[in-house]
């Protein structure tokens, strides 16, 4: 007669000692993903914030160096920051006048363009200000902006200030 | 049967095999298995985190680049808003090493550097601004700070950062024309010949000695032309090989012809040889060998050619080894004398007293075995060496090894080739040391070492050797050659010949030497000499400098030239200085410099030393340790101070407003007001003449006068005037805290002289009409470093506002502040706000 083989089972050592590397796995699997899930977060944020910082400097920099520096008006939306409004005339490829205004409404910069509503240009404005460094000068005109993101449940703020002056050439 | 059902039959064989084998147990998983498994997929998840740090470089990257473009570009803007004369060129710079081998120059001052934080980098930012001019080649020529207004600047900012461990950097470059600039409306031309023969001079060089960058090299035809501002210049011809010219002083409107002959140098030849004493030399051998008293004696003698006592106890020994042996330190027992003096003996023995050629003499120190054996000895002895060295670090000072040819035995050391013997040292022989190339001289110090032992080193019989053996009592004999100091640089300084090496046996012959009488320079690299003057009238001339002795040590290399006045004469008594190395020109305004190696800026009338001329610097020159730098010639203008003082009411003081001295209408130096206002313009520039001084003011402000002008003589300190200047800037700075943090976000800060109202107070529109009106507001918004800087007109009372917005949803708070502020021209007021 044949003896069935015993089939041969894990020993209690064995089982005791998967659980325990187990266990550690599995308390330090969260933090673990947490810390990158957090890192991915204020990296994307900034990298963002940084791309809007630089899109919008630009931008408000290419329309203002093509500005009537007798147009420009510094002000702002009511119940909005201080300056954080800036209205001027600029002249198009077709030779005609256009009003452009860039201004900030709540956490977000408009471009608005002959008194339409305004387009968004970017997300999380923390601040802005134009400011004449002498208001009898009028062809020098200080931008500065930053931008904001709170990332992971009130954690780390992604931060960006930028700070040009842009000379009016008109 | 097609390929598709071989392979379906084959699969389902192989899986009815697994079905019949269902009885048996299925193998498992082993803990082993699992734990290599988890090993494996482990290595792959860490692999993707460490992945996360190279994405993030990679993002990084462009940031930085893009940020640093930002404020290059911005820096650009700041300067190129500046009036010409405001862009102040570096006069002092240093060289960022971060970036070996590629390092960039910077300048240290006026302009100095920034560092900022943007994007959580830190940002480096620097400028290097200088006089150039444009070259027909495209390119450009750049000039040294000293030199007057070329009326182009080139401005070069860097900003650099550390990306993980390795330096970065962005550069941009942009040049700046000064609007006024005064056109290269004239020219001068003319053709270069040889004095006697005709023959046109290519590669001399004209140059305008009031502006060194209007010059010219002759052509193959000998002709040159150069455009230069029109005013007074004095052009002067030079060309290696030849005697200068100078031009009288043209007063060019358009155009001047000048034609130059330069006088070629006639030249002869300087010889001699160059000698080195720098060590103790062993002068005598003696073998063991028997002495009246039937002793068996045996010594060695040394010979000091050097300046200096040395100590021997306990600070000098002997080594010895023969054929086949080992190399040991002879033990010495016994110092009797305790140093050799200059020119003296020193005499070691394995006897207290050495008697030889009928004579007794003490020795200076002992040993007491036999050590050196000689051929008589047997057993094949006869070759073998003796070594002189310092004991503290085994640095060997001397060596003679000796042959014994017929039994195939070598020295087991030697200098060069063992003295050659054909049976080896012999008893009652002695190995000398010869006094020069000629052989034996008693009257002459044993110090010929060419560092040939068969060249130096004789053996004598001791019936032949006329002299006993000398200790250090024995009277002292007069050196007459040394070491050869091969290779040595010879050059002297009649700026015609160039320099020339001794051969290995010390002489040397310098060729092309001019014709006067000039100081002869011989340098080992370590020992320099002096070597007297030399020289001749005729063409053709030789003579002999004889045997030179390199004694001074040297650390320096040697850069030589000629100082001279605009007419061409050599002026003597000027301080010429480089790396705080002084020497002065002789009476014929030549100078031999000694300097540090490395490269230097070389300057004439040090320090305007003597202040009828000005101070003039050539930068670039490169000083070789022991070599001879020719030709840095320097033609002196003679020159003054000019000095003022820059006030705000006639009593106070406005410090950093640059003031500019012009002279046909080229700038010619500049300086900037100082703390107490004074400024004092002088150096290379201000040369004598007619100036117009006139301050680079900012925009609003005006100076009164605006110009003072004056004549300027020679050595004169002149106080040109003063300025009042109405409207200058004062600045007002502080911190924007929140609580205790800094504030990064941003906060807008106003000055004005009037009072801004409402409720809240806001910040009024700035409109055409804000603009145009009476009221001057100025505005800053603070930095990511939570800090303000507001540059305001001096002199009145300001009130200062500032608004910080928060968020506490998404509605903006606004919450202002307010204070005053008095700011005086020049001045710096510091306001802080917190929230």
């Known amino acids: ?170 | 049967m097609g390929l598709m059902s071989r392979v379906l039959k084959a699969y389902r064989a192989a899986a009815g095999g697994v079905s019949r084998a269902a009885g048996s147990p299925r193998p498992g998983v082993t803990l082993v298995e699992l734990m290599v498994a988890t090993a494996i997929i482990s290595i792959g998840v860490l692999g993707m985190v460490g992945s996360f740090n190279y994405i993030n470089r990679g993002i990084q990257g462009p940031k930085g680049k893009s940020l640093a473009n930002n404020l290059a570009q911005e820096k650009i803007e700041v300067l190129k808003n500046k009036s010409y004369f405001r862009v102040l060129v570096s006069t002092a710079t240093d060289f960022d090493h971060n970036f070996d081998p590629n390092a960039y120059e910077y300048d240290v001052a006026p302009n100095g550097s920034e560092t900022m934080n943007v994007g959580g980098i830190n940002f480096t930012r620097r400028v290097l601004i200088k006089k150039v001019t444009e070259v027909s080649g495209g390119g450009l020529a750049r000039f040294a700070y000293t030199v007057p207004d070329t009326g182009l600047k080139e401005v070069v900012v860097y900003v650099s950062w550390l990306e993980g461990s390795s330096w970065k950097k962005v550069e941009l470059r942009n040049l700046l024309g000064n609007p006024n600039r005064t056109n290269l409306g004239a020219a001068f031309s003319g053709t270069v010949l040889e004095a006697g023969t005709g023959i046109p001079i290519e590669g001399a060089i004209i140059r305008a000695q009031e502006n060194p960058a209007r010059y010219d090299i002759t052509d193959a035809a000998g002709v040159y032309s150069f455009a230069c501002e029109p005013g007074q210049y004095t052009l002067q011809a030079t060309k290696p090989g030849y005697f200068q010219s100078v031009s009288p002083l043209y007063t060019i409107e358009t155009t001047q012809v000048h034609d130059f002959t330069l006088t070629r140098m006639v030249s002869g030849t300087v010889t001699g040889s160059a000698w080195l004493r720098d060590h103790l030399v062993i002068s005598r051998i003696v073998g063991s060998s028997v002495n009246n008293s039937g002793y068996y004696q045996e010594y060695v003698e040394i010979y000091n050619p050097t300046t200096w006592t040395w100590t021997v106890n306990g600070d000098i020994g002997l080594k010895f080894q023969k054929a086949g042996g080992e190399k040991a330190a002879i033990g010495i027992d016994l110092y009797i004398r305790d140093t050799i003096p200059s020119q003296g003996y020193y005499l070691f023995a394995n006897t207290g007293t050495v008697s030889a050629v009928g004579a007794n003499v003490d020795a200076d120190a002992t040993w007491d075995e036999n050590i050196i054996p000689v051929v008589e000895d047997g057993g094949g002895e006869g070759s073998a060496a003796v070594e002189l060295y310092r004991i503290s670090d085994g640095r060997i000072l001397d060596q003679v090894g000796w042959d014994r040819n017929n039994e195939g035995k070598t020295a087991p050391f030697y200098e060069t080739d063992g003295y050659d013997q054909d049976i080896g040292l012999q008893m009652g022989e002695t190995f000398v040391r010869h006094p020069s190339a000629a052989g034996a001289n008693s009257f002459y110090g044993p110090a010929y070492d060419t560092n040939d032992n068969d060249e130096d080193i004789e053996g004598v019989t001791s019936a032949a050797i006329g002299t006993p053996p000398s200790n250090s009592l024995s009277a002292a004999k007069p050196v007459l050659t040394g070491t050869p100091a091969a290779g040595a640089l010879v050059f002297a300084n009649d700026s015609l010949s160039s320099s020339t090496q001794a051969a290995l046996s010390g002489s040397f012959s310098l060729a092309s030497v001019a014709t006067g009488y000039w100081t002869l320079y011989i340098s080992s690299g370590v020992s320099l000499s002096t070597g007297g003057v030399y020289g001749g009238t005729a063409s053709g001339f030789s003579v002999s400098a004889g045997s030179v002795l390199l004694s001074s040590d040297t650390a320096f290399g040697f850069v030589s030239g000629r100082v001279t006045g605009t007419d061409g004469a050599g002026l003597p008594g000027i301080k010429v200085a480089a790396g705080g190395r002084q020497t002065s020109t002789l009476a014929d305004g030549r100078y031999i410099l000694p300097a540090d190696p490395g490269e230097q800026t070389v300057f004439a009338n040090y320090q305007t030393d003597n202040p009828d001329y000005i101070e003039i610097s050539s930068a670039g020159v490169v000083a070789s340790l022991g070599a001879l730098t020719p030709d840095v010639d320097f033609v002196l203008v003679t020159g003054g101070k000019l000095r003022g003082w820059v006030t705000t009411n006639g009593t106070d003081p406005l410090p950093n407003v640059p003031v500019s001295a012009f002279k046909y209408g080229i700038e010619q130096g500049n300086s900037i007001s100082g703390n107490d206002g004074y400024y004092l313009i002088w150096g290379s520039g201000i040369s004598t003449g007619t100036y117009e001084v006139v301050p680079q003011l900012e925009a609003g402000e005006t100076p009164l006068p605006s110009t003072h002008t004056v004549t300027l003589s020679a050595g004169e300190d002149l106080f040109v005037g003063t300025f009042t200047v109405s409207g200058a800037m004062g600045n007002l700075t502080g911190s924007v805290k929140a609580g205790t943090a800094g504030i990064t976000t941003g906060v807008l800060v106003y000055a004005t002289s009037s009072t801004i109202t409402g409720s809240p107070v806001m910040p009024p529109t700035i409109d055409a009409a804000a603009r145009a009106g009476s009221v001057i507001y100025y505005a800053v918004s603070s930095n990511a470093q939570g800090m303000y800087t507001l540059p305001v007109r001096g002199g009145y009372t300001y009130n200062v506002y500032a608004w910080y917005t928060t968020w506490p949803n998404d509605t903006p708070t606004v919450t202002p502040r307010q204070t005053t502020a008095t700011v005086a021209a020049g001045e710096t007021v510091v306001k802080d706000f917190s929230w």
Do not use: C, W
């Open chain 1, 1 to 170: 007669m044949v003896t069935p083989r015993r089939r041969k089972g894990y020993t209690l050592m064995e089982l005791m000692v998967v659980v325990a590397i187990l266990g550690v796995i599995v308390s330090a699997a969260p933090r673990l993903l947490n810390g990158i899930y957090r890192f991915s977060r204020l990296s994307t944020a900034r990298l963002e914030i940084q791309k809007n910082a630089r899109a919008a400097l630009s931008n408000i920099n290419r329309g203002l160096r093509q500005a009537q520096a007798s147009s420009v008006v510094i002000d702002q939306l009511s119940g909005m920051p201080p300056h954080s409004r800036i209205t001027f005339d600029r002249y198009k490829p077709d030779g005609s006048i256009e009003t452009v205004s860039y201004y900030q409404a709540g956490k977000v910069l408009y471009l608005s363009s002959q008194g339409a509503t305004g387009k968004k240009v970017a997300d999380d404005l923390r601040y802005l200000a134009f400011t004449y460094p002498k208001s009898d000068d009028e062809s020098i005109i200080s931008i500065s902006v930053t931008f904001e993101r709170a990332t992971y449940e009130g954690g780390a703020k992604a931060l960006q200030m930028a700070v040009e002056k842009v000379r009016v050439m008109n």
